[in-house]
């Protein structure tokens, strides 16, 4: 599981399990730390969404 993460032309992909970073275009180490912060503050949330959208069980 992952999630992607856009924001004007900053891009980056987080695992999920366990938290880490995949890819990183133009967000700053600064704004990494505190996108990774969310993620895995909401870890449990993003990983019930991705199953409703899969639909896996």
Not at 13 to 25: A, H, I, S, T
């Amino acid at each position: 599981m992952h999630v992607h993460i856009e924001k004007a032309e900053k891009y980056a992909k987080f695992w999920l399990n366990p938290v880490r970073l995949d890819r990183n275009y133009k967000f700053s180490s600064s704004e990494l730390r505190k996108i990774r912060e969310i993620v895995q503050r909401r870890k449990e949330e993003i990983e019930e969404k991705w199953n409703e959208y899969f639909r896996v069980s």
